[in-house]
């Protein structure tokens, strides 16, 4: 049964940081692209950042390059998100999953606040 499960939010001041994780199982996480998602209230769901499974290729919305980094530990089935300048729009609900192909079953997500 393919779990993921997303931890790591908070709440934080404008400028501050925060680093999420994602734990997968049930699954080959070593041979699959990983990403992370976010939802803001009112909002559809959009993509923020993926990673390839030998980390060589990263991807970033423009929203975030430069303040974000993705990364993953394959011997421990995680991933990662280091989050720094972290601003009010941040604000919303991050989930990880498959970028590409058929999703895998979504986590419950971990729920970041950004106070002005």
């Known amino acids: 049964q393919v779990q993921l499960v997303e931890s790591g939010g908070g709440l934080v001041q404008t400028g501050g940081s925060l680093r999420l994780s994602c734990a997968a199982s049930?699954?080959?996480?070593?041979?699959?692209?990983m990403g992370w998602f976010r939802q803001a209230p009112g909002k559809e769901r959009e993509f923020v950042a993926r990673i390839t499974p030998d980390s060589y290729i990263r991807r970033y919305d423009d929203s975030v390059r430069g303040r974000f980094t993705i990364s993953r530990d394959n011997a421990k089935n995680t991933m990662y998100l280091q989050m720094n300048d972290l601003k009010p729009e941040d604000t919303a609900v991050y989930y990880c999953?498959?970028?590409?192909?058929?999703?895998?079953?979504w986590g419950q997500g971990t729920q970041v606040t950004v106070s002005p």
């Open positions: 049930g699954v080959n996480f070593s041979n699959i692209d």
């Open positions: 999953n498959r970028p590409n192909g058929v999703p895998l079953s």
